[in-house]
Structures are given as structure tokens and as C-alpha cells.
């Protein structure tokens, strides 16, 4: 039983575009969302991370935005760029601290 | 800063044989996970360690899947006997403690292909 739920599987975005992916969860104990980013042959790497009691967070071109009453968080990149090309997870965790993964987006930054 | 070590990196077995992977933490991470990574899916949390002993193996198939982490420091997950649906990524991490919402950083994983 999937906890995070992760929308699209894929998507193409122009060099420059914005990319966006969703994630849902129904654990209302959740209180830590990170989300990270996966090259090819690499292990996953923390992009960046939200608790509740912020609505959003922004780290250079990435933002997350967080939704509590929708259960609901999602992940931009701006101007996104052919280095951003990789599969992006996003994580939910309770106090007890183990993550709860997404399916992945697999995300194509095209020149 | 060395990260966390993994090997082999790609391993092909048939099934019902057995294989062993070896992971090395992030010098002075007391907590190591091992997650599996099935293609099209995210990390499974198969078990974590604080120090050397077991966490959480909630989700470990015990009847096949061992694993141990003597000294607290390296870790061997083994597979006996395996079957196909095994074919996966396993993928170690580490924290520097494991507490709440501590980083964890990975190993570029080991490709496991059960024929």
C-alpha cells in the first residue's frame, strides 16, 4: 500500500520551463516532506525539505509548496535546465523518522 | 568527504542461488539503512541499524533476507535463496544519528538481476 502518492511518472519540459510534480499523502502523522533527486546510475540525493508549519520553501530554483488541509505537496523547478534532467521522489515521514517514498517523477529538460 | 560505499555494483544471479552485498557508511554515521529500489518504484525500507543493532526490519523478508552490521560500522545483506521478483536496486544509506529528519545520503546502489 503506496502512503505518497506521485503525479506525473514523466514529464518534458523546455530548457528555461517550469516543472511541475505533485505528491498526496493520508498519514496525518506525517510531519517532514522531503523530496529527492536521482541521477542514473547514483543513489537518490536530499534536493530539499518541508515540515507543515511552513507553506513554502525556496531554495534557488527549487520550491516546494505545501497544502495541509489538501494532504497535498508539490515541487517546482524554474528555469529548469538540461542538468536538472533526473527522477525526482518525493518522502513523507512521522516522528519515528522512517520515509515513505513516492513512485518517482522522471523528469527530461529538453535543450 | 567520502560518501557511502557500495559493492558489487552489478550482480547477475539465477534463482534459488544466494549473493551478499557490502556496504561501507559515511565514517562516523551510527545509523545505516538498506532499502530496495524495484524499477518504477521508490526506496523500500527493508532495515535500519543504530550502531550494530536492528531498528526497524519490518518489511524484511526474514525466510530469505539477512542482515548484519558487526562493529556497528560495515553492513552485508544477503539474499537466500533468491527468487525473481528480487531483481532490484539495493540501495544503502546513512546518518550521522538517525534521528528525526536527520539527512540521509546514499550509495550509488547495487543492481541485482535474478534470472
Known amino acids: 500500500q503506496q502512503q505518497v502518492k506521485q503525479s506525473p511518472q514523466s514529464l518534458i519540459v523546455q530548457k528555461g520551463g517550469i516543472s511541475i510534480i505533485n505528491c498526496a499523502y493520508e498519514?496525518?502523522?506525517?510531519?517532514?516532506f522531503p523530496w529527492y533527486q536521482q541521477f542514473p546510475g547514483k543513489g537518490p540525493a536530499l534536493l530539499i525539505a518541508i515540515r507543515p508549519d511552513v507553506s513554502e520553501k525556496k531554495e534557488g530554483r527549487f520550491t516546494i509548496s505545501f497544502n495541509k488541509s489538501a494532504k497535498q505537496f508539490s515541487l517546482h523547478i524554474m528555469d529548469s535546465q538540461p542538468g536538472d534532467s533526473a527522477t525526482y521522489f518525493c518522502a513523507a515521514s512521522d516522528s519515528w523518522g522512517k520515509l515513505q517514498f513516492g513512485a518517482g517523477t522522471q523528469v527530461v529538460v529538453t535543450p | 568527504e567520502a560518501g557511502v560505499a557500495q559493492s558489487p555494483r552489478y550482480k547477475i544471479i539465477e534463482k534459488r542461488q544466494s549473493v551478499a552485498f557490502w556496504c561501507n557508511p559515511i565514517?562516523?554515521?551510527?545509523?545505516l539503512y538498506w532499502y530496495q529500489q524495484i524499477l518504477g518504484q521508490g526506496p523500500k525500507l527493508l532495515i535500519q541499524?543504530?550502531?550494530?543493532?536492528?531498528?526497524?526490519d519490518s518489511q524484511l523478508p526474514k525466510d530469505r533476507f539477512s542482515a548484519e552490521r558487526l562493529k556497528g560500522v560495515d553492513s552485508t545483506l544477503k539474499i537466500q535463496p533468491a527468487k525473481l521478483e528480487d531483481s532490484a536496486v539495493y540501495l544503502c544509506a546513512s546518518s550521522l544519528s538517525g534521528l528525526y529528519q536527520e539527512t540521509q545520503y546514499f550509495g550509488p546502489g547495487t543492481r541485482l538481476l535474478v534470472l
Open positions: 498519514n496525518t502523522a506525517f510531519d517532514y
Open positions: 565514517s562516523g554515521h551510527a545509523t
Open positions: 541499524f543504530q550502531n550494530n543493532g536492528v531498528v526497524d
